[in-house]
């Protein structure tokens, strides 16, 4: 079976960063860099990654003016990153400016594009914290369009909460990539994440990748965490 796991390196140094990397390439399937990570390491983090041989996710969540977002996902696809992320609601231009930056880019470099994530509603964000900023539409309704505009402007994957990937995937073709966080196990500390499903559940509900952080790294044996998450993925017969 694939290994679905994307180990979230929220780490505040380059240094326990590759800590990671080192104790982890074998067992996972790649790591997402994120803003802290991102704006403190930078670039050459990166690329010590991917020189490890490990894929990333580089989950920026760009929005901007679609001539900008596409320079960022051109630059982001010459790092040879292998997923990234915009947020859904700088529209359809922005959306199909940044595909189009990231498959021209790649062909011009003779490698496979990275998948650009549509990211729809913040999981931070309730239908109060919408309606201040003009959105009338409830949480559910506003995810639902967010994902059909970025499916007719040719995204070729979403961030979602695990609770949501089965309701969504009929809006999309079946080669679309869901990526999920909110990932917990039964011993696992939630932190603050509220609304989580369990590795396997999740995968059973239609998840392409697993975003996990804590639950691996803060494990006093990160690699043994993520085997142990693994071997529940994995039919025992
Ligand atoms: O430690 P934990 O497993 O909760 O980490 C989940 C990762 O996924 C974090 O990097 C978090 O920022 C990210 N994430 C999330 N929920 C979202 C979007 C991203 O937990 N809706």
Redesign the pocket.
Known sequence: MRNPIYV?L?VPSPEKALQLVESLSSSVAGF?V?KELFVSAGPDLVRRIRAAGASVFL?LKFHDIPNTVAKAVAAATRLDVQMLTLHASGGAEMMRAAEEAAQETARGLNRPAPVVLG?TV???MAREDLNQVGVAADVGAQVTRLVSLGVQSGLRGF???PLEVAGLRSLAPESTAWVT????GPGDAA???KRTLSAAEAIEAGATWL????????DPNPKAAAERILATLRPTA
């Open positions: 979230a929220d997402k994120g989950d990211v913040l999981t931070s961030v979602c909460s966080p909110g990932i917990r932190g603050d994440q975003v996990i952080g804590r639950p691996i790294c803060a």
